[in-house]
T-cell receptor
Framework: QQQVKQSPQSLIVQKGGISIINCAYE??????FPWYQQFPGKGPALLIA?????SEKKEGRFTISFNKSAKQFSLHIMDSQPGDSATYFC???????????FGAGTRLTVKP | DSGVTQTPKHLITATGQRVTLRCSPR?????VYWYQQSLDQGLQFLIH???????AKGNILERFSAQQFPDLHSELNLSSLELGDSALYFC????????????FGPGTRLTVL
């Protein structure tokens, strides 16, 4: 059972454009929603995370939008750069156990 | 560099064999998590240990087992290996058991021939 559904599977964006990746979850007990960035040959690294008490969180060019009623959250990358080309994973966990469930990943390519 | 170390980096073995993957968490982290990453399954949570005790199991096969030792390093044992076990295996660590950042190691690439 896939508890976190992520789309699109791949995304190509021009340099300077906005990259948008969406995730939906099923378990209403989830209360921690991170996004991880993974470069080839490396382990995933935390990019930004949100908890359901806020609807948006921004860190530099990266923004998470969170819709609790729809059980959806998304990552927006503003002014996308070729260096942002990587695979992005959304995830969700319950605060009481930190056992993470990941989306299937989105391979982002930013063309110069 | 996350501070999490994993050995070996690459492992090639044959079907039916047994292997052990090793993980050392960041200094001060008590929780260790194991994940399997394959092309068709994405990142799958396998198991979570906290301070030597098993805390949760995910999609871990019965042929797989893990443990966390008193010095907090962890080992993932994979036995009766099948071709489908070929994947990247990641270890992650965090300070405690309650929600927060997990720091991932560089992974072990297992190839079963």
């Amino acid at each position: 059972q896939q508890q976190v559904k992520q789309s699109p599977q791949s995304l190509i964006v021009q340099k300077g454009g906005i990259s948008i990746i969406n995730c939906a979850y099923e378990n209403t007990a989830f209360d921690y929603f991170p996004w991880y960035q993974q470069f080839p040959g490396k382990g995933p690294a935390l990019l930004i995370a949100i908890r359901p008490d806020v609807s948006e969180k921004k860190e530099g060019r990266f923004t998470i939008s969170f819709n609790k009623s729809a059980k959806q959250f998304s990552l927006h990358i503003m002014d996308s750069q070729p260096g942002d080309s990587a695979t992005y994973f959304c995830a969700a966990s319950k605060n009481n156990n930190n056992d993470m469930r990941f989306g299937a990943g989105t391979r982002l390519t930013v063309k110069p | 560099d996350s501070g999490v170390t994993q050995t070996p980096k690459h492992l090639i073995t044959a079907t039916g064999q047994r292997v052990t993957l090793r993980c050392s968490p960041r200094s001060g982290d008590l929780s260790v998590y194991w994940y399997q990453q394959s092309l068709d399954q994405g990142l799958q949570f396998l198991i979570h240990y906290y301070n030597g005790e098993e805390r949760a199991k995910g999609n871990i096969l019965e042929r797989f087992s893990a443990q966390q030792f008193p010095d907090l390093h962890s080992e993932l044992n994979l036995s009766s290996l099948e071709l489908g076990d070929s994947a990247l295996y990641f270890c992650a660590s965090s300070v405690g058991t309650i929600g927060g950042e997990q720091f991932f190691g560089p992974g072990t690439r297992l190839t079963v021939l």
